[in-house]
Nanobody, 128 residues
Framework: QVQPPHPGGGLVQAGDSLRLSCAAS????????SGWFRQAPGKGRDFVAA????????YYAGAAKGRFTVSRDNAKNTIYLQMNSLRTEDTAIYYC?????????????????????WGQGTQVTVSS
């Protein structure tokens, strides 16, 4: 299971930074790759970033590349999303999710349909 993201979300101004965290329960955390997705008002759920179960590889959507950093601490069963230089278009509900490591990382890391467990989401609002 995936617990909801830590309330690291909230209301910030453009240019600010935020760090989201998401803790997973259970003893199989290391069997899952992890990802972050977001859903803006009136839009579908979009891929943001993903990290392999070992933390050795990461992948980012174009909008996140260079500004966001995904990381994980397997000792704490927690993944993080550091978001810098936030923009108004980053306003969305952010979700963490778990992708079983049996799925091919390169092929499926951005495919929300393959993710098994989802957090409940946390709101991030960026004002101008």
């Amino acid at each position: 299971q995936v617990q909801p993201p830590h309330p690291g979300g909230g209301l910030v101004q453009a240019g600010d930074s935020l760090r989201l965290s998401c803790a997973a329960s259970g003893r199989t955390f290391n069997s899952y790759h992890s990802g972050w997705f977001r859903q803006a008002p009136g839009k579908g759920r979009d891929f943001v970033a993903a990290i392999t179960w070992s933390g050795s590889s990461t992948y980012y959507a174009g909008a996140a590349k260079g500004r966001f950093t995904v990381s994980r601490d397997n000792a704490k069963n927690t993944i993080y999303l550091q978001m810098n230089s936030l923009r108004t278009e980053d306003t969305a509900i952010y979700y963490c999710a778990a992708l079983h490591s049996a799925w091919d990382w390169v092929t499926f890391n951005a495919d929300s349909r393959k993710y098994t467990y989802w957090g409940q989401g946390t709101q991030v609002t960026v004002s101008s």
